[in-house]
């Protein structure tokens, strides 16, 4: 038997199709996705096909719909856009999807550890977005106390409230680096005049209708009382570096040191909150009691070292005469009543303490040069070289803090070692510009079973004989008159492999080039009588140079010519001022500060001078006074005093250009020489024809 189907236009129950297409049209309301992935506060969200636009529910980050739900939820007003679809206590409404049915795969339930504190806690107090203070109240209400999710906040924070009871502001549990973003719903139990607020706060309401803020007095607090950057800002999370430990360890002034802090976090000698009621001493540590770091010797996380001595006076509060101090107290400690300093012997350190600079001055930040660095690899000394650093930081074999307390390992990267954990010639700091000199220190670690005095390069550390770190045999030494390859790297720049010095710290001590630790002295090849680092004989002329030795060698020629000692020209007069730094040409060594202007060696700028009326400072004889000897045939301007001769860059052995070019009329021509006596004394050296005074057109020279 068969069911007579009935017609839709003998529908019995109109009513139930009005509900039906209703349904179905509300339906269809919900998928009017017009984006393929959503935008702003756009909550339609289902595609024509029934799906989801992409990247809509995502576990367990929640997705696009979790930040477009909050941001919905405060365009609204605390309305949300998401129960037009799921029902107005979103457990389904007319979508037939509720928001809590999926417990174990949707919302906040797929997080690990999502009931405790850090987790669900760190998140409500994040800006707006995926999180924050109102993406709670969609689910458990605008008063929290349960919504759609049917449970309250008040069931673990015992108060109504998004957080826990007060003072909320302890070390883990405080509202302090809560996001200003969420003040709209602070603002629901906080307002002016709440009983939730601290008496007088704030002391001045702020005016009707603005906008809830932490510190604008909408709230608890006004724009006085913070009068520094707030959160994130203000107080990062570590190892990041600290903007208000920053402040705090500045020079102190208005808004900086240690007693700016105090002015609202502490009175007496405390940090404990004063009138702001925010301690300092939950986070740095429940131990502490201090208003730093518990943890801030060199090799923590955070540093005393970098803070302005000008805050010594608060220092005093805990550290007097060394108290509480993880190092010895100074002894003996200052007279009574000294100000507090860092290093007089009233806190911790004594004025011998610390006998170098500190702070950034001394440790830098990688990969800038390390001061402290340069001066432990210095030849050893009464202020240098490993072992002067193990006088404070270190005993027996080791640099483990001794009498300083401060350990050279931790920065190090706790190898135990005085240098860094990675050193060489390729690294960012290299082992290879250390002077020989600390061989013995090095031993400490780096000493082979070979017997022998430490040394780099004699088989008793690392390196043999022929360890050397350069090229070797006529690689490196040529036979003369051929470029020298060690040469040139001695004459360059200095640096790391490079420049005199760098040859001293195997070939030298002191300031000599005698042979050093790798006992291959400079002398020999140089020149037996020599005793110097470069050739006997390189002036302008001769097979090796000095001209072309970058200036800033100059304080190992400082080593033989300090003050024009040992040379084959005049000293300058007046010598440089005692202490000016070495320079070739600033009259501490050879040369005078008078040499010629830029671009003189340019034909357009020597040339007219030298064919100038002679004078004082112009004519072929004042070129000669530096540039040449003799007064006589032939003419000598093979470089004289100055040691840097005419003739290569003329191509002939005179102070003038070769043939032609001399004989054109175009410059530079002699033709506009100027015909001073002195000038034709210089052009008969060599072009004298007839006995008499020299002259241009008189027979005496090339013109009759």
């Not at 389904?92 to 690990?112: K, L, R, W």
């Not at 106390?145 to 405080?174: E, I, K, M, N």
């Not at 107080?235 to 105090?262: E, L, M, R």
């Not at 013995?440 to 040394?455: D, E, K, L, Q």
Request: overall charge neutral; aromatic content about 6%.
């Amino acid at each position: 038997m068969t069911t007579k189907m009935r017609s839709l236009r003998n529908f019995r129950n109109p009513i139930g199709c009005l509900i039906l297409l209703a349904a179905l049209g509300a339906a269809a309301g919900c998928s009017t996705a017009e984006t393929p992935n959503g935008s702003g506060t756009n909550m339609n969200h289902v595609l024509p096909s029934g799906d989801s636009v992409p990247g809509w529910l995502v576990v367990p980050s929640g997705g696009s719909h979790t930040s477009t739900a909050t941001q919905d939820y405060i365009a609204n007003g605390g309305a949300s856009g998401c129960t037009e679809c799921h029902g107005s206590d979103l457990s389904g409404g007319i979508s037939g999807t509720s928001c809590f049915a999926n417990t174990a795969g949707c919302h906040h339930d797929p997080v690990a550890n999502w009931a405790t504190p850090a987790v669900h806690g760190a998140t409500a107090k994040k800006a707006p977005g995926s999180s924050g203070f109102a993406s709670c109240q969609i689910c458990h209400g605008n008063n929290f106390s349960g919504g759609g999710a049917q449970t309250p906040c008040s069931s673990c924070h015992v108060v109504s409230a998004p957080h826990p009871a007060r003072p909320w502001r302890g070390s883990t549990l405080t509202h302090t680096d809560t996001n200003t973003s969420n003040a709209p719903v602070c603002a629901q139990c906080h307002f002016p005049g709440s009983p939730n607020n601290p008496a007088n706060h704030p002391a001045t309401p702020a005016p009707s209708g603005t906008a809830p803020g932490c510190f604008n007095s909408t709230l608890c607090h006004s724009e006085a009382t913070v009068p520094h950057p707030v959160g994130s800002a203000w107080v990062a999370t570590s190892p990041a570096a600290q903007p208000h430990g920053n402040d705090a360890k500045a020079p102190p002034g208005s808004t900086t040191g240690f007693t700016y802090c105090q002015v609202c976090h502490g009175t007496g000698t405390n940090f404990s909150g004063g009138s702001s009621n925010v301690s300092c001493y939950p986070c740095h540590s429940t131990t502490s009691n201090s208003p730093h770091a518990s943890q801030w010797r060199t090799g923590d996380t955070y540093l005393h070292t970098t803070t302005a001595e000008g805050n010594a006076a608060v220092c005093a509060f805990c550290h007097l005469n060394g108290a509480n101090s993880p190092i010895a107290p100074p002894s003996p400690p200052a007279p009574a009543g000294t100000a507090a300093g860092c290093f007089n012997s009233t806190l911790c350190h004594g004025a011998g303490g610390v006998p170098h600079p500190v702070g950034s001055t001394w440790v830098a930040a990688s990969p800038a040069a390390q001061p402290h660095g340069v001066s432990a690899k210095a030849t050893p000394g009464a202020t240098a070289g490993f072992s002067y650093c193990q006088v404070c930081h270190g005993t027996g074999t080791n640099f483990s803090g001794g009498s300083s307390g401060v350990s050279c390992y931790p920065c190090h990267g706790n190898v135990g070692t005085p240098h860094p954990s990675q050193w060489a010639s390729t690294d960012t700091y290299g082992h290879d510009n250390t002077a020989t000199g600390n061989a013995n220190v090095c031993a400490f670690c780096h000493r082979n079973t070979n017997p022998g005095t430490p040394g780099c390069f004699n088989n008793t550390l690392c390196h043999g004989a022929g360890g050397v770190p350069h090229p070797v045999g006529s690689t490196w030494v040529a036979a003369s008159p051929a470029a020298q390859p060690h040469g040139v790297s001695a004459k360059a720049t200095p640096g790391a492999t490079a420049g005199y010095l760098y040859c001293q710290t195997c070939h030298g001590t002191g300031t000599n080039f005698s042979g050093g630790s790798s006992n291959v002295s400079c002398y020999p090849c140089h020149g037996p009588t020599s005793n110097s680092p470069h050739a006997s004989q390189w002036r302008t002329g001769d097979t090796y140079l000095h001209t072309t030795t970058a200036e800033g060698n100059a304080s190992a020629c400082a080593f033989c010519h300090l003050n024009g000692a040992n040379s084959p020209i005049a000293p300058p007069s007046p010598p440089a001022p005692a202490g000016t730094a070495a320079g070739c040409f600033n009259s501490t060594l050879c040369h005078g500060a008078g040499v010629h202007p830029a671009n003189w060696a340019q034909v357009t700028q020597h040339g007219p001078a030298a064919k100038a009326a002679p004078s004082a400072s112009g004519g072929f004889s004042y070129c000669k006074t530096c540039h040449g000897t003799g007064t006589t045939s032939p003419a000598n301007f093979g470089g004289g005093t100055s040691g840097t001769s005419c003739y290569p860059c003329h191509t002939v052995n005179a102070p003038h250009p070769a043939g032609a070019t001399w004989r054109g009329s175009n410059s530079p021509t002699h033709r506009t020489t100027n015909q001073g006596q002195a000038n034709l004394d210089r052009c008969a050296e060599c072009h004298r024809s007839t006995a008499g005074t020299a002259g241009c057109f008189n027979n005496t020279l090339c013109h009759n």
